[in-house]
């Protein structure tokens, strides 16, 4: 497995920005695809983001595509979520996560980094 380090949450106002960034150690992230998830206080943990392995392609929930853009560097081995446009309903804590390309699931997990935008 992979180990990540989430960081660059924050407190925000409505219609600012943050960059998270997720940095990896243990081994490289070539081979992996990489997601952002988040969990909003009494709520189930949601898919937000993915990027294939080679950064050439990106999924997105609806709740933020448009606003949100995730990216890689994989010679800083650190994926990163750009987040634009922030609402209330964007509060949460965000995991970046990591599989095996030919894995189905996500089996890397960071210990979340808390972002919080107030209206």
């Known amino acids: 497995q992979v180990q990540l380090v989430e960081s660059g949450g924050g407190l925000v106002q409505a219609g600012g920005s943050l960059r998270l960034s997720c940095a990896a150690s243990g081994r490289s992230l070539n081979n992996y695809v990489l997601g952002w998830f988040r969990q909003a206080p009494g709520k189930e943990r949601e898919f937000v983001a993915r990027i294939s392995w080679s950064g050439g392609s990106s999924s997105y929930a609806d709740s933020v595509k448009g606003r949100f853009t995730i990216s890689r560097d994989n010679a800083k081995n650190t994926v990163y979520l750009q987040m634009n446009s922030l609402k209330p309903e964007d509060t949460a804590v965000y995991y970046c996560?990591?599989?095996?390309?030919?894995?189905?699931?996500?089996?890397?997990w960071g210990q979340g980094t808390q972002v919080t935008v107030s209206s």
């Open positions: 996560a990591a599989r095996f390309f030919w894995r189905s699931d996500f089996d890397s």
